[in-house]
């Protein structure tokens, strides 16, 4: 039978699970607010370990705490990043609008740690706590988790998506296909040229991305309340970025202006947008690759993709393009998670915004979706595609936009009759133009050089 300890805060008594660390903030918030199953994310979490470990250095840097609760709130921190007690971050997504009891829920954690590990007496809200508001630690986190993930999750997942089609492109560099717009035949290209838009696709999201960086290194720690910095030391701020700096290896900064960083969430809506470009960029590669690989017999069948599972359970045989449908799915989950984020960070009001739990689960689930779906594509479709010459070869063959290459000589107007002529009696353009005698063959393979046109 579970057994309990009574906790208190200022609004008295209650009972805890006494298998846990957390306190009675935590504990009413994990009473209160039975909503759903979106736990806070651990990146969250993880990041306002860190900033608590840096808090704590700064304030006894600054004289305000004792270099002994100064260690044991380090000692706990690292203790917890080790992954030691990370079940005790139970509260979802949904409760407080400032984040307040995931803060609460860090702070008591951590006093509870010190004092079993370091047998140091601390306080959540007087010593871990200290120069601190929920207002200013949790959007603090918001940034530090986005910025850490982006850097460590999603950026290594397109390079190795980049790597990946960088080798598809040279080899597919001699394959002549034709192209399409409006979902109807174009004129000629090389498979590698179409891939070079793919690849190009990832490199430029991840520039845009990367131009969104500075932003969300901007901390507002040090905000406290409402931006005026009350209770926080002179230099708190600039000395508990220097320590987040050196610990996360990522140049965080003071924010030049706390009223901004409290209640403006716009470095979340810019950040997000450059997500939502890479999804869209995500979504056009994984359609374009699974239309072009449709088939086998009855579509355009000119890629083959891997056969990873059976695409049925009525149909024996049949394989489906599996993982552009779950990369798909991520982009348009990306693409609301954008719109959440966009009214989210509109609620502003005042002096601080009280959406960002679900501004940050948003984002660090867009984030987490990316990554892993980029690289599940990558290893699972992308390494395995092949081009399948006869049926690209087939196509291009029967393509009427082949006489666009011939209008310079025989006029738009003419060329428009041949292609009809070609299409309404199934003729190639070279039978069509030779019947009506509008250029003779030797012109004919002259000007229709794919390999010039291309």
């Known amino acids: 039978m579970e057994e309990f300890r009574i906790e208190r805060d200022t609004m008295g008594e209650i009972s805890v699970p006494d298998n846990h660390f957390w306190g009675a903030q935590t504990e009413r918030s994990r009473r209160n607010f039975q909503i759903g199953t979106e736990i806070m994310p651990r990146e969250i979490i993880e990041s306002f370990l860190i900033l608590k470990r840096s808090c704590a250095l700064a304030n006894c840097d600054l004289g305000k705490l004792s270099k002994v609760k100064s260690q044991a709130i380090v000692s706990a921190v690292e203790a917890v990043l080790e992954g030691k007690y990370l079940h005790e971050f139970p509260l979802v997504v949904w409760q407080t609008g400032s984040g307040t009891q995931s803060n609460m829920n860090v702070n008591e954690v951590i006093s509870h740690i010190g004092q079993k590990e370091s047998n140091v007496l601390l306080h959540p809200n007087d010593d871990v706590n200290m120069s601190q508001s929920s207002n200013d630690t ?29 080798k598809k492109e040279e080899e597919n560099r001699h394959i002549i296909k034709i192209g ?48 005026t910095g009350i209770n926080c030391p002179e230099g708190f701020a600039d000395k508990c970025c220097e320590y987040i700096a050196a610990y996360t290896k990522e140049s965080f900064v003071s924010s030049e202006n706390k009223f901004h960083s409290l209640t403006s969430k716009d470095a979340y809506v810019y950040t997000h947008g450059a997500l939502k470009a890479l999804a869209a960029n995500l979504m056009k590669i994984a359609n374009d690759i699974r239309w072009l690989a449709s088939g086998p017999r009855c579509g355009i ?5 891997p056969e990873n599972e059976p695409g049925s359970s009525i149909m024996p045989g049949k394989v489906n393009p599996t993982q552009c449908e779950a990369l798909t799915m991520i982009a348009i989950q990306v693409m609301g998670n954008d719109t959440s984020i966009g009214m989210g960070a509109s609620q502003g009001n005042f002096e601080l915004n009280v959406y960002m739990p679900l501004l940050a689960y948003n984002m660090l689930q867009s984030i987490r979706l990316l990554s892993d779906g980029i690289v599940s594509f990558t290893d699972n479709c992308l390494v395995g595609i092949e081009a399948i010459p006869e049926n690209i070869k087939e196509n291009l063959e029967k393509s009427l936009m082949l006489i666009t290459s011939l209008t ?11 292609a009809k002529k070609a299409f309404r009696e199934n003729l190639t353009i070279k039978e069509a133009v030779l019947a009506m005698g509008l250029i003779n063959e030797s012109e004919y393979d002259e000007i229709v050089c794919l390999e010039r046109i291309v």
């Open 138 to 166: 949790f959007p603090t986190a918001m940034n530090m988790a986005a910025l850490i993930s982006i850097k460590n999750q999603l950026y290594p997942a397109i390079d190795g998506m980049v790597q990946v089609l960088t």
């Open 180 to 227: 399409r717009t409006h979902l109807q035949d174009a004129v000629p290209l090389r498979l590698s040229q179409d891939i070079s838009g793919w690849r190009t696709m990832l490199t430029q999201a991840k520039d845009m991305i990367e131009k969104t960086e500075s932003h969300l290194l901007a901390l507002a720690i040090g905000g406290t309340a409402v931006g």
């Open 408 to 418: 310079p000589k025989i006029g738009y107007d003419n060329a428009a009759v041949a």
């Open 301 to 305: 069948g000119e890629l083959r993709i």
